[in-house]
C-alpha cells in the first residue's frame, strides 16, 4: 500500500494515518523524495483503502500487489521522466543515446570522443573511471582524477556524464562530477550503495545483474526510490546463461515486461548484451524497436586499443551509422502507436 | 574439409580422391542431395588441399574448421534460398511470414485463419497436428487426419503449411500435405528423425532445442543436410534461463550469430520467444531489426478459447497489424545496408 | 485422481464409474499395466471421492494435485521395486550398481568388462551400442550386432544389460537382448518413444534431460507408466548451466526431491554429472549419501583408448577401489534411519 | 608468476627484481600477507624464470597459468589452514562445524543456540547481523548492537562468530566481534569489500555468488589474497539454475574442483543449497563424502518462528542428530585415503 501524503500534512495526521494502518496489521515505512512523501504500508491483511482514506492529509492511496511498490505502475501509471539540465531528458516516448569508451583512458580520448558525439548529436556521454574487474591484477580505472578531467571537458561541450559508482565512499567525491550514477552488474544487489543512492539528488541508472531477473532489478530500485531519490533509469544488458556464442544473452524480453510492469525508463546495453563488435549495431536496432527508452553503447576511436572490452566496441564511423539507424528506426515506432 | 565433387565425375575418379584424403588422414563421408554431391572429410592432420585439387572430378574444396560442415558460411557464402513453389521464398533479404493457431482444432478454424492469412498477405500457415505435451493427459493433437483436411483448404487457397513432425514414422504419411516439416524444440537432437528428413525432398524448418546451443542448432542441422536434404531453415524460438517473467528468453543474438556462421535462413519465433500476447508485436519487429529472413507467430480468431497457448496467441486484429508494422520495418532495415 | 479397479471389474461397472467421473467434469484415461488397472481421471471440479468410492468394482481411489499422477508418491507410498530376475534389483533400501563403457566397441572389450564386473560384485553392465552424437560425421555405435555379440557374453556371465534406445523401430529389435531400456538425456521429452516403451513388458531407465526439470522427468515417467510399463528408473546425470568448469552440474537435490515425491527408484550418474574422471567417485559416493537408490558409472580396461568419453571414464582399478567405498558408504547410510 | 622472497631481502634487491621482471614484459603487483612477500607478475611472455631465479633475495618462483594466482594450488600445494584460536581450526582433513539461525533475533535465541552447540560439540556459530535481503522494506538484521550482544555470549561460552559483513564500514566496527567475516553469495564480486577485507588480519569466508563461477569465486579469493589476507575459506551454497523445485542447485561438484585447484578449505552450506529443511540433512551428508573441509548449515530452537529462512532451518533435534551422521560420514571418509 502506498499512501502519498499532503505537502502540507501536520506530524499529528501522519501519525494518526502511521497508527490506523498499523492496528490493521501495516508495518509503515516513510519515504521522503524530492517530489513527494509517501508512507509505505507492507502487511497481508485484508485492507479497506476507503476507511484509511477518509483521514486527513492524504492526497492519493493505491494498494500494488507487487513486492515492490513504489517504482511499480500499478501505483504511478505516468511515466517518469528524468531531466538532466540543458534540454537533455531521459523519458518515455523519447530516444536517449549514450556512448562513449569502457574506460576513461586520456585526456586525447576524452577530447576525441566528446568531439565525435558532438558530430553524431549524442548529449551523454559513458565511460569508466572505477572499474570492476575479475582479477585484482587488472587495470581499475583512473579513479576520481579521471573523473575530473573528463568532466572538465564534458561541461564545456555541454555532455552529461554517465559512469559506474562502486562503493558508498565514492558517492560525494564524485557528487560534482557526474550527471547520473551507473550502478554496475556486479552491485545490482549491492543494498548498501543503493541506500546509499536514495540520498542523492542525482540521476541513478540501475544494470540488471549478471544473473539477475527482472524482479530483482525491480527491488533494487524500490531500494533507491525508497530512499528517497525518484531519478531512476533501469538497464537491461544481457544475462548470464549457458550459451557461449556470445558474451551475455541480451533479455529485449526485459524491455517491454519492465514497461509493463514499471514507470522507470529502460535503456538497452547492446554492447554488454552480445559483446561482438560487428553485432552491436543490430541488437541495437532491435532494442529500439521492442521498446526501449535509450540506447548506451562501447565506442572508441580505435577499438582495438582501448584497455577495456575493445571487441564489443564500435568505432567512430560504426557510431556515426548506427546513431543515424537508430534515429530512423525511432521514427518508425513513433508511427505504429 | 568439404570436396564437391563434378556432376560427372566417375566411381574410379571418386575413389582415387578418398583414398588420397584417407592417407592423409581424413575418413571421409559421401554425402548427395538435391543438389550436388560432396564428400566430407574429418581428421586433424594439417592438410595440402593445393595436392589433392589437382585430382580430376574435383569442382571445389574447402577447409572448414567449424564441426559443422556443409552448413558453414565458410564453404558456402551464398545465402541458401527455399523454393516452396507457386512464388513462396524463404531467403536471405526477403521477410517469409508463418503464421496460424498452435493447434489445429476444426474445419472451422481452419477456414477462418486461411481467410485471415490471405487477406493479410501471408503466405505459410502454422498449425500443429502432432502436438508434443509434457503431460500424457493432455491434449495432443488431431493427427493425420487434421493434417489432409488442413491441406485441402490451404491448397485451394495457395496457402503453404509448416507443422511439427515427431517421429520418423509420420515422416512418410505427412510428405504429401505439408511444405515444411518442423522439428520441434524437444526433438532439435532426435538425430533418427534428423537423419530421415535428410531422406526427403522438403524444407525442413528446426527449432532451437529447449536448451540447445547456437552450435548444436547448427549440427542438428549439418544432420539433415548430411543425410541429402539441403531445404533447411533454422528457427529461434527462445531458451530456458532462470527468469520467470518471460515463458522463455528470447535469444535475439542467435539471429546476426547464425546468420554470420550459416548460410542457412532465420525465422524468429517471438510467441514462444516471450509467451505473452500483449508483447509478442514487440518482439516480433525486434526479430526483423536484427536481421531475421522470416517471423514465425501464433494467431487465433478468438485466443482466449485456443485449445493450446492462447496466452502468447494474437487475434486477427493484432495480427493484421503486426504484419505491416513487420513489412514498414523490414523496409526500413534494407534501407540501412 | 487415480481409480485404481478391482481385477475382476465388469465392463458395465467399469463403465458406470466413467460416466459418473465424466459428470463430475473428470476426462478419464483407462491404463493398463503389468500390475492392474487404472482409471486416470484429470479435471479441475472439486470431487468428492467418497461418492464415487461407493461405486462397484473400486479398489482403492486417491486425489493426487500433482500433475503427474501414477509416479507420484501421493498415491503410492510403497516404493517400486524393479526386479531382473537372478535376484538382480533395482529398489528402495538397496544400492544397485550399473557400470561399463561409454560405447561397446569390441568383443575383447565385452569380455574383460565382463570379467572386471564379475570380480568386483557388479551385476547389471552399462554401454551404448546407438549413440546419439551431437556430429553426424561421429561414431555411432556398433547397433544391432553389437548389442547381439554383448548379449551373449552378458547372458553366459549372468551380467543384465542396460543400454539405450534411440527410437521406436529399435524397440522390438533390441527386446531380446536388453534388460533395461535406458532413455537418454536427449530424449527425455521424445513423446513418442515413451509412448511405445509403455507397451513394453521391460525396464525402462529415463534420464533427466539436458535441461530438464524435476518435473518433467516425472512427466516423461508418467508417459511410460500411462503406457501401461510399471517398471520404471529415473536417473539424475547433471543438466546444463552456465558453469563451465564440469561437463554438467550434477544436481544432487533432485535425489531427495523425487524419492520424496516419487514411489520411483533413483540413479545417479556421477560419470556424466562431472565429466572429469579423477572427481567421478567422490560424486558417487555423494550421490549414495543423498540417497540413490544405485550408481551407474563409465569404466574401460584402458580409458583413455576408449572411442568415447575416457576422459570420464574409471580404469578397472579406480572402478574396484569405488565399489567397496559405495558398499561402505550405503552401509553407514542405512545405520542412519 | 609468483615470486616469494626472503623475509630479510632488501629493497635494492627487490628493486632489481621487479626491474628485470619488468624488462621481461611482465608488470609487478607487491604482495605483504600475514606470513609472507610476494610480488606477482602479470605478462604474457615466455620467461625463463631460472635466470630470475639467480637473483638475490629470492625464497621461491612459480609459473601460475591460471588467472587467479596466489589462490592456486599449482603455486602452494600445502592446504592453508585457518587458526581461530582456542584449539578451533578449518583445515584439509578435519570438519568444521558452523550452525546457527539464518538471523540473530533475541538475548534469549542467542543463549538457547549456544547450548545447544555447545552440547552437540559445534564450535563456530552463524548468524546474521546485517541480513541483504531482496526488499527494502524487510527486516534488515539488529546490527553492530546485536552482534556486540551476542559475543558476550559466545565469547563466554567459547564459540566462535562467523557473520555477514556487507560494506566497507562495517569492517571495523565488526572487528573486535567477530571471528569470520562471511562475504555473503550477493556480494562475492564487491571488489572494494574483498580489497578491504584484504587489509585485515582475520578469516574471511567467501561465498560463491548467486550466478558465479568457480573461477570467479578463486579470483575473488585472490583480491583478499593480494590485498595481503591469507586467512581465507570458500564456501559452495548452491547457484541460481532454471530448477525450481529447490530454492538454489547446490553444485557439489564445486568442491572436488576446487580443492584440486585451490589450497584454501571449502565448506557446502546445504541449507542454501536446496533451502527445503527436511532435506538438509542429505544434502550435508553428500557435501562431506564429496570432500568439504566444513559445513554450515541454519539451525534454530523454533524454526517455523525465525524471522527468516525457517524454510530450510533445522529444528535442535535435528541439528544434533546431524551433527553425529556427519561424524560417522567424515570418519568413513578418512577410512576411504
Not at 526510490?225 to 533509469?233: D, H, M, T
Request: hydrophobic share 35%; proline share 3%; charged share 25%.
Amino acid at each position: 500500500m502506498i499512501i502519498q501524503v499532503k505537502p502540507d500534512i501536520s506530524d499529528s495526521q501522519k501519525d494518526r494515518i502511521i497508527q490506523e494502518a498499523n492496528q490493521s496489521g501495516y508495518k509503515i515505512t516513510e519515504v521522503k523524495t524530492q517530489l513527494s512523501t509517501y508512507l509505505i504500508g507492507i502487511g497481508k491483511a485484508n485492507f479497506d483503502i476507503r476507511k484509511l482514506g477518509l483521514q486527513e492529509g492524504i492526497q492519493d492511496i493505491h494498494i500494488v500487489s507487487d513486492d515492490y511498490k513504489l517504482v511499480s505502475k500499478k501505483w504511478k501509471a505516468k511515466p517518469t521522466s528524468i531531466d538532466l539540465g540543458d534540454g537533455v531528458r531521459i523519458k518515455d516516448g523519447d530516444m536517449a543515446l549514450m556512448a562513449g569508451p569502457c574506460s576513461i583512458e586520456t585526456e586525447e580520448q576524452i577530447v576525441k570522443t566528446i568531439e565525435h558525439l558532438k558530430a553524431t548529436g549524442i548529449q551523454i556521454m559513458r565511460g569508466g573511471v572505477y572499474k570492476p574487474r575479475s582479477s585484482p591484477y587488472a587495470f581499475r580505472g583512473l579513479g576520481i582524477d579521471g573523473l575530473k578531467l573528463w568532466y572538465q571537458h564534458a561541461k564545456a561541450a555541454g555532455i552529461k556524464i554517465v559512469t559506474e559508482v562502486m562503493q558508498v565512499s565514492q558517492i560525494e567525491e564524485m557528487y560534482d562530477y557526474v550527471d547520473i550514477y551507473q550502478v554496475g552488474a556486479r552491485n545490482t544487489q549491492n543494498f548498501n550503495l543503493l541506500d546509499e543512492l536514495g540520498r542523492v539528488d542525482k540521476a541513478v541508472m540501475i544494470k540488471r545483474g549478471i544473473s539477475g531477473t527482472i524482479e530483482e532489478l525491480l527491488q533494487s530500485a524500490e531500494y533507491v526510490f525508497s530512499g528517497g531519490n525518484e531519478k531512476l533509469i533501469l538497464c537491461e544488458r544481457g544475462i548470464r546463461t549457458y550459451e557461449k556464442a556470445s558474451r551475455n544473452t541480451l533479455d529485449l524480453n526485459a524491455v517491454p515486461i519492465l514497461k509493463h510492469k514499471s514507470h522507470l525508463p529502460v535503456v538497452v546495453d547492446p554492447s554488454h548484451g552480445i559483446g561482438i563488435r560487428q553485432f552491436v549495431p543490430q541488437m541495437a536496432l532491435a532494442g529500439v524497436m521492442c521498446g526501449a527508452d535509450g540506447i548506451i553503447f562501447e565506442t572508441h576511436e580505435t577499438p582495438d586499443l582501448a584497455y577495456s572490452d575493445g571487441q564489443q566496441t564500435l568505432d567512430f564511423d560504426q557510431s556515426t551509422k548506427l546513431v543515424k539507424q537508430i534515429k530512423d528506426a525511432f521514427e518508425l515506432r513513433k508511427s505504429f502507436i
